[in-house]
């Protein structure tokens, strides 16, 4: 019965650290992307570097994902 009850707690935190990992990265691309647009290049750019950084924020929450899935140890 512990046993079980300390595998799925284990599982409960795998799973509920990939929500934070996709907010994070995508977030964090987009911040990236709107602090370029709008103090670097003076709204030269706008919103073209915000869109493409959001794509790479976004890129990278999948390939956060995609290694988490290939783990052996869950």
């Known amino acids: 019965m512990f046993g079980n009850r300390k595998e799925v707690m284990k599982l409960m935190s795998v799973f509920g650290t990939i929500g934070i990992h996709m907010a994070a990265s995508i977030f964090i691309g987009l911040g990236i992307g709107y602090y ?38 869950l």
């Open 36 to 73: 370029l647009d709008h103090k670097v290049f003076d709204d030269k750019t706008s919103p073209w570097l915000t869109m493409i950084f959001l794509a790479f924020g976004i890129i990278a929450g999948f390939k956060n994902l995609y290694q988490m899935s290939k783990r052996k140890d």
